[in-house]
């Protein structure tokens, strides 16, 4: 997770939280953890492949993680606001 977090402070961006998942009501995915992570603008986001270490950190993942998703959503009614 450090190597993660050094990763995101070079891109500009943050990890908010982190949380393990424990199941779900729906649905067969395995899921092991769900992070939140904040970028300062769209643009970062969709360059992050091209950010100062993404091949390493690409690479890191693909030998820890078996399945990974990456969204974009909105940074409005995040859990962190009170809003929810």
């Known amino acids: 997770m450090l190597k993660l977090h050094d990763f995101c402070n070079r ?3 943050r990890i908010l939280w982190c949380t393990p998942v424990f199941g779900q009501a729906v649905g ?3 899921i092991d953890e769900i992070l939140a992570v ?3 603008t769209h643009k970062t986001f969709l360059d992050l492949s091209d950010a100062p ?3 390493e950190s690409y690479r890191l993942r693909g030998a820890c993680v078996a399945y990974a998703v990456i969204h974009r959503c909105s940074g409005s009614n995040s859990p962190l606001d009170g809003n929810g």
Request: charged content about 10%; overall charge positive.
């Open 11 to 13: 891109a500009g961006a």
């Open 28 to 30: 067969t995915q395995h």
């Open 38 to 40: 904040w970028y300062p």
């Open 53 to 55: 270490g993404a091949k």
